[in-house]
C-alpha cells in the first residue's frame, strides 16, 4: 500500500500538475538608477491590480494613501550600513461618487485630510488611468551626486506599499491579518557605473 502511494505521488509531481505560485497584486517590472550632471534619478515601473476588497473601499469613496520610498545606503562592514539619502513620495488615490472621477494627489509629505500642504493633484476619469500614473515614476531625483558614488559600495533599496496607517480607524482594525491589504513590493541593489 506504501508504494502504490509513493507510486502515485511521484507520478503526480512529475506530471506537471503543480501548483502555480500565487500572482502578487504588485509587480515590478522595470527599475533604474540613472546618474545625471546633478545627482541620481529613478524611474519605475509597476503593474498592479486591486483585490476585491481593496476595489470595494475605493468605489465606496475610502481614499487610499500609497508611499514610494528610495534609500541610499553606503555598506559598512564594522556597523550598521549608513543611510546617506532618503526620498519619499506619498499618493492619495480616491474615488469622487459624484462626478464618477479618480484624484490622485502626489506629495513629497504625507497627504492630510486637511488639504494643506504642497502637493500636485490629478483627475483621471477611469481607475486604470488613475493607476497608471501612480505606478509609473519617471526621473525622480534621490540623490545628490556628492552623496553617493556608484563604486559597489552603495545600494539603493526601493519600496512601493499601501499605507495602512492612513486609512479611517474602523477599517484599520478591520483588515489587520488580511492578505488582500497587503499592497507593496520592494527592491535591493547595487550601485555600480553598469547599473541600469
Same mark, same amino acid.
Given at each position: ?5 509513493? %507510486? ?5 509531481? +512529475? +506530471? ?31 503593474? $498592479? ?6 476595489? @470595494? ?25 549608513? &543611510? ?20 490622485? %494627489? ?12 504642497? +502637493?500636485?493633484?490629478?483627475?483621471? @476619469?477611469?481607475?486604470?488611468?488613475? $493607476?497608471?500614473? $501612480? ?8 540623490? &545628490?551626486?556628492?552623496?553617493?558614488? $556608484? ?28 492578505? @488582500?491589504?497587503?499592497?507593496?513590493? +520592494? ?10
Amino acid at each position: 500500500m506504501l508504494a502504490w502511494l509513493l %507510486l502515485a505521488l511521484c507520478l503526480l509531481g +512529475s +506530471s506537471g500538475l503543480r501548483a502555480q505560485p500565487p500572482q502578487l497584486p504588485v509587480q515590478l517590472d522595470e527599475l533604474h538608477v540613472q546618474r545625471l550632471e546633478d545627482g541620481y534619478y529613478v524611474n519605475a515601473a509597476m503593474q $498592479m491590480e486591486w483585490p476585491a476588497a481593496v476595489e @470595494d473601499a475605493l468605489v465606496k469613496g475610502v481614499p487610499l494613501h500609497f508611499v514610494a520610498r528610495v534609500e541610499v545606503l553606503r555598506e559598512r562592514w564594522y556597523w550598521y550600513d549608513r &543611510e546617506v539619502a532618503r526620498q519619499e513620495r506619498h499618493m492619495r488615490l480616491s474615488y469622487q461618487p459624484l462626478t464618477r472621477r479618480w484624484r490622485l %494627489l502626489v506629495s513629497s509629505q504625507p497627504i492630510g485630510n486637511s488639504g494643506l500642504g504642497v +502637493s500636485l493633484g490629478q483627475s483621471f @476619469d477611469s481607475a486604470s488611468e488613475a $493607476m497608471s500614473a $501612480m505606478t509609473r515614476i519617471h526621473r525622480w531625483k534621490v540623490a &545628490e551626486l556628492n552623496q553617493a558614488e $556608484m563604486d559597489g559600495r552603495h545600494r539603493l533599496e526601493f519600496s512601493f506599499r499601501l499605507d495602512l496607517t492612513q486609512l479611517p480607524r474602523p477599517l484599520q482594525l478591520g483588515v489587520l491579518g488580511e492578505s @488582500d491589504w497587503n499592497l507593496g513590493v +520592494s527592491r535591493s541593489f547595487r550601485l555600480t557605473p553598469d547599473t541600469k
